[in-house]
């Protein structure tokens, strides 16, 4: 993982997302995951081009349960926008960059 992606987990997802003063793109994931894998580069460098207007992070719902269970992570790769604390952006499995990237546009342009 990249030094512009966070490693999120149930301990610092209230300082690092919900306190955070920008948006944040979480990433809920697990390593088992194949569709979660495909999207990891794409993560990648969203997180290069956008990672001044936006931060990003993984959680791996395996070993954040509680976390995932309180937005309600039903199936991997779940992508939740965080602006100014609360969900502002849902997206359920792998998508296309050109998808994500829409959807972030909001925040990004």
């Known amino acids: 993982m990249s030094k512009d992606i966070l490693e999120l987990n149930d301990n610092n997802f209230k300082a690092e ?5 920008k948006p944040v ?3 809920f994931w697990a390593p088992w995951c194949g569709p ?10 969203l997180s290069q081009k956008h990672g001044d207007k936006i931060k990003f992070g993984k959680l791996n719902v395996d070993e954040n349960q509680a976390t995932a269970s309180s937005f309600e992570i039903m199936s991997i790769p779940t992508f939740i926008l965080f602006a100014e604390g ?8 792998a998508v296309p960059q050109k998808k994500l990237e829409e959807e972030l546009s909001s925040w990004t342009n």
């Open 36 to 45: 979660c894998r495909l999207m990891a580069p794409i993560i990648e460098e």
């Open 17 to 21: 997302v919900i306190e955070a003063d």
């Open 86 to 93: 609360k969900e502002a952006k849902k997206l359920i499995g």
């Open 25 to 27: 793109l979480v990433d």
